[in-house]
């Protein structure tokens, strides 16, 4: 899940480009299966505040060949750079 804050829709498409544009070129090509699945989530609220959240959820699978300790760390090295 990629999450965000701020108003609509400008803030969710700048975080579009940085899903589409970063992450799917450099990981996500390898982490999402068939890519026919993606979700917008939008959180109750004001859609114009600056602290309005949501987020695009992007599923994930373990690749072929790869063990679930290696599909783990591919989860955490997302969390730690702020991706996921």
Do not use: H, R
């Not at 899903?19 to 799917?24: I, L, R, S, T």
């Not at 996500?28 to 959240?53: C, H, I, T």
């Amino acid at each position: 899940m990629f999450s965000a804050k701020g108003p609509l829709p400008g803030s969710l498409q700048a975080l579009n480009t940085q899903v589409w544009q970063e992450w799917y070129p450099n990981e996500g090509q390898k982490d999402m299966g068939n890519g026919n699945a993606m979700l917008e989530v939008y959180s109750p609220g004001d859609m114009q505040s600056p602290d309005y959240e949501y987020g695009i959820w992007v599923p994930i699978c373990q690749p072929a060949g790869q063990s679930e300790q290696e599909a783990a760390e591919t989860v955490s090295t997302m969390l730690i750079t702020g991706i996921l």
